[in-house]
């Protein structure tokens, strides 16, 4: 009798383990194109930004500011958007994020062709709205998967910011085939299918069947009180926002100092973002087997002794091509161990609220870079020293963040006993 009732109560718990099993790879496929999608709509203006500052007659600092416009409400929205998913689920938040973003991106080519710079940059803070689709692939995914094996599940999701990529390489050549209202109003398309695909095709994880939702406003109290909360959003803010800078003021930079046009310069952009975007996911996997924390030191001393060597402009592309490939893939590393961290940190209840938050640091991490870098421009020598010596000394402080965390066992059997 013993043995049937043991047999008994480990049916359920079969079942689960192969439903779950049977929806991981689909939904996290999915959700990673659906990142791809919004990645690619939030970074439209960063490939466009020479093109704008000729047009409107814009100096650096209003380029940057325009360029950096979307990421600010991209960052800070994550955080009621990555409380919303724990509540309402990541198909939905899906379905409604890409919405919504779709018609924005038809708004930015009507204002774009205004040309006025005011009413653009306006139009540009509210296609921010479709970065925080970042925040609700957080939990939706981690929530397909087993502790072990969360790091691999946020680090292929995180992947979803090849959109960067995309946007850079494929936004000035579609403006170049199609005409600059042609190629929006395709992305446009793109954008709104994809949210149809998400209604249709996303299921979410069986773990949240039966659960009833809590208000947001508890969850947001306990996450903003713990330390380690805040210890990872000072972290990510620091290897994302470098990431999400350099994708967006990438072609700025390349065509101020290194005098590539748009596409030269946006293809070199997508190149250094598609390696961020292949280090991330391993980042992942590494820490799913060292651990985040020595994931995360590699990444900053590697970003930071290479922040310094780009500082000095080294003129021949076949030594700064290679030299900002090796950033990029350091930043990936950085954003895929970071974010284990925070999946492990995190009870699985309350992954989209406190991710919400670390990944809005993470977006505002973003959003400042592009406008020191345009403060700091050197015209006359035409240089960026000062802004590439800044990001070196906070990724100096990102690796003694590290030490302060001093986890490695910790965070991981709390995940372990939450999961």
Same mark, same amino acid.
């Given at each position: 009798?013993?043995?049937?009732?043991?047999?008994?109560?480990?049916?359920?718990?079969?079942a689960l383990a192969q439903e779950m099993k049977?929806?991981?790879?689909?939904?996290?496929?999915?959700?990673?194109?659906?990142?791809?999608?919004?990645?690619?709509?939030?970074?439209?203006?960063?490939?466009?930004?020479?093109?704008?500052?000729?047009?409107?007659?814009?100096?650096?600092?209003?380029?940057?500011?325009?360029?950096?416009?979307?990421?600010?409400?991209?960052?800070?929205?994550?955080?009621?958007?990555?409380?919303?998913?724990?509540?309402?689920?990541?198909?939905?938040?899906?379905?409604?994020?890409?919405?919504?973003?779709?018609?924005?991106?038809?708004?930015?080519?009507?204002?774009?062709?205004?040309?006025?710079?005011?009413?653009?940059?306006?139009?540009?803070?509210?296609?921010?709205?479709?970065?925080?689709?970042?925040?609700?692939?957080?939990?939706?995914?981690?929530?397909?998967?087993?502790?072990?094996? $969360?790091?691999?599940?946020?680090? #292929?999701?995180? /992947?979803?910011? &090849? @959109?960067? =990529?995309?946007? %850079?390489?494929?936004?000035?050549?579609?403006?170049?085939?199609?005409?600059?209202?042609?190629?929006?109003?395709?992305?446009?398309?793109?954008?709104?299918?994809?949210?149809?695909?998400?209604?249709?095709?996303?299921?979410?994880?069986?773990?949240?069947?039966?659960?009833?939702?809590?208000?947001?406003?508890?969850?947001?109290?306990?996450?903003?009180?713990?330390?380690?909360?805040?210890?990872?959003?000072?972290?990510?803010?620091?290897?994302?926002?470098?990431?999400?800078?350099?994708?967006?003021?990438?072609?700025?930079?390349?065509?101020?100092?290194?005098?590539?046009?748009?596409?030269?310069?946006?293809?070199?952009?997508?190149?250094?973002?598609?390696?961020?975007?292949?280090?991330?996911?391993?980042?992942?996997?590494?820490?799913? $087997?060292?651990?985040?924390?020595? #994931?995360?030191? /590699?990444?900053? &001393? @590697?970003? =930071?002794?290479? %922040?310094?060597?780009?500082?000095?402009?080294?003129?021949?592309?076949?030594?700064?091509?290679?030299?900002?490939?090796?950033?990029?893939?350091?930043?990936?590393?950085?954003?895929?161990?970071?974010?284990?961290?925070?999946?492990?940190?995190?009870?699985?209840?309350?992954?989209?609220t406190v991710s919400g938050i670390i990944a809005?640091?993470?977006?505002?991490?973003?959003?400042?870079?592009?406008?020191?870098?345009?403060?700091?421009y050197n015209e006359a020598q035409n240089s960026?020293?000062?802004?590439?010596?800044?990001?070196?000394?906070?990724?100096?402080?990102?690796?003694?963040?590290?030490?302060?965390?001093?986890?490695?066992?910790?965070?991981?059997?709390?995940?372990?006993?939450?999961?």
């Open positions: 009798m013993g043995k049937t009732a043991a047999t008994s109560s480990t049916a359920p718990e079969n049977a929806g991981q790879t689909r939904n996290l496929l999915l959700a990673t194109l659906a990142s791809t999608m919004g990645f690619w709509a939030w970074t439209i203006i960063g490939p466009l930004a020479k093109t704008y500052a000729a047009n409107m007659d814009l100096g650096a600092g209003q380029t940057s500011i325009l360029v950096a416009m979307p990421i600010l409400v991209g960052a800070v929205a994550r955080v009621p958007v990555g409380a919303m998913t724990d509540r309402y689920g990541g198909r939905l938040m899906f379905t409604v994020i890409l919405g919504v973003t779709a018609p924005l991106v038809l708004l930015t080519a009507v204002v774009g062709q205004m040309n006025n710079f005011g009413m653009l940059v306006f139009v540009a803070f509210f296609l921010g709205i479709a970065g925080t689709v970042f925040a609700i692939g957080i939990p939706f995914c981690s929530a397909w998967y087993e502790s072990h094996r $969360k790091g691999f599940a946020t680090g #292929v999701f995180g /992947a979803g910011m &090849v @959109g960067t =990529a995309v946007s %850079a390489f494929f936004t000035p050549r579609l403006v170049a085939g199609l005409g600059y209202m042609g190629a929006h109003i395709l992305i446009a398309v793109l954008v709104a299918v994809m949210a149809v695909i998400c209604w249709l095709f996303l299921r979410e994880s069986p773990t949240r069947r039966g659960v009833e939702p809590t208000p947001m406003l508890p969850k947001l109290k306990v996450a903003f009180g713990l330390k380690e909360t805040w210890l990872l959003c000072f972290m990510y803010a620091i290897v994302f926002g470098a990431f999400v800078a350099f994708s967006n003021y990438l072609p700025t930079y390349l065509g101020n100092v290194y005098d590539f046009d748009a596409t030269g310069a946006g293809t070199r952009t997508a190149g250094f973002a598609a390696a961020a975007v292949v280090a991330r996911p391993i980042g992942g996997t590494l820490a799913d $087997k060292v651990g985040p924390k020595l #994931v995360s030191i /590699a990444s900053y &001393v @590697g970003a =930071a002794l290479l %922040a310094v060597v780009v500082a000095f402009q080294p003129n021949a592309e076949h030594v700064y091509g290679p030299i900002f490939i090796l950033m990029a893939l350091f930043l990936g590393l950085g954003t895929g161990g970071v974010f284990a961290w925070v999946a492990r940190a995190s009870e699985p209840r309350t992954v989209g809005a640091a993470g977006g505002l991490g973003g959003y400042f870079p592009p406008l020191v870098m345009g403060a700091t960026y020293f000062v802004g590439l010596i800044l990001l070196a000394l906070f990724c100096v402080l990102g690796l003694i963040t590290c030490f302060i965390l001093r986890n490695g066992g910790r965070v991981d059997e709390r995940a372990a006993a939450s999961a």
